[in-house]
């Protein structure tokens, strides 16, 4: 809305976000079953990394639409698959291990969804209207990071408990 958009636009702008989100979730889930989990998640934090930095400058173009189609859908499948981190936890660990796991990765995702925000909104408030885009585009960079952090691991066997 600080680029001139009125409340009404900004309210469509969110629903093709969502719409990407809610409709592309089935096929990212079938991609997911044939190129594999892992292969698709990272493409859609891909994806998100590259196309969030568009989202400012193509606010007035037509281009903007397909944009945030795309960027929901990409940015959903990574929540969508996300949850499939317990599935990982689960394939690696056994007992109490198992559910010292699962429970830092329900920790760790409701840290972020309580912290984002807030962090956005003051980066908003202090610095500028695009630091939402910034605070996305960190968090999807983490995720890659942390991506690229596992698969340079050596892979560990699973921990009984």
Not at 44 to 52: D, H, I, P, Q
Request: aromatic share 10%.
């Amino acid at each position: 809305m600080s680029h001139g958009i009125s409340s009404e636009v900004a309210v469509l702008f969110a629903s093709a976000l969502l719409l990407g989100d809610t409709t592309m979730q089935f096929p990212i889930g079938w991609l997911a079953d044939r190129l594999g989990r892992e292969r698709v998640h990272i493409g859609c934090g891909v994806a998100v990394v590259m196309l969030l930095p568009l989202l400012p400058w193509l606010i007035a173009s037509p281009w903007l639409w397909p944009l945030l189609y795309v960027l929901g859908a990409a940015a959903g499948a990574i929540y969508t698959l996300s949850p499939l981190s317990l599935v990982a936890c689960g394939e690696r660990f056994r007992g109490v291990a198992l559910v010292s796991a699962s429970s830092l990765v329900g920790a760790s995702w409701n840290a972020a969804s309580f912290g984002g925000p807030l962090v956005a909104g003051a980066l908003m408030k202090s610095v500028g209207h695009d630091s939402m885009v910034a605070v996305l585009l960190a968090a999807a960079l983490a995720f890659l990071v942390a991506v690229w952090w596992e698969k340079r691991r050596a892979p560990f066997t699973t921990t009984a408990g």
